[in-house]
């Protein structure tokens, strides 16, 4: 299956600005667009994208989707597994990465600093 993201050239981007709300996330989560889409839906696609997460910012419950998933965590840090305050869990500082198969239950997670968050998630096959 080919992922067509189109044809973008080395260009600037603004890791200050042009960030929106992640719908379902909570406060403090936004993401930036880079390329692609993803339809979970129908199961097809992939993007890549920032994730921005705000010092202090947490989520209250683990994360599981049906695509795969890679994230390097640009800057900054993040803490996984925390529980549903914001506490405890194991912190990483970037330049980090993981992947992760569809499936996989991960999070919840906070950040002290806050981080940035390079993410691509794609489908394969339709699974």
Not at 16 to 21: D, L, Q, S, T
Not at 48 to 62: D, H, N, Q
Request: aromatic content about 12%.
């Amino acid at each position: 299956m080919a992922y067509n993201k189109g044809h973008l050239e080395f260009h600037n981007l603004d890791t200050k600005a042009g960030f929106e709300k992640v719908p379902g996330y909570p406060w403090g989560f936004t993401e930036k667009i880079l390329a692609g889409s993803l339809d979970e839906k129908n199961k097809i696609g992939n993007r890549t994208r920032l994730l921005r997460i705000e010092p202090g910012a947490f989520s209250t419950v683990p994360f599981v989707h049906e695509y795969w998933e890679e994230v390097f965590l640009v800057e900054g840090d993040l803490i996984c597994g925390s529980d549903a305050q914001g506490k405890g869990g194991e912190q990483f500082k970037g330049p980090t990465y993981c992947v992760r198969p569809p499936g996989v239950h991960h999070g919840p997670f906070t950040s002290k600093t806050g981080c940035i968050l390079l993410e691509t998630h794609y489908f394969v096959d339709g699974k």
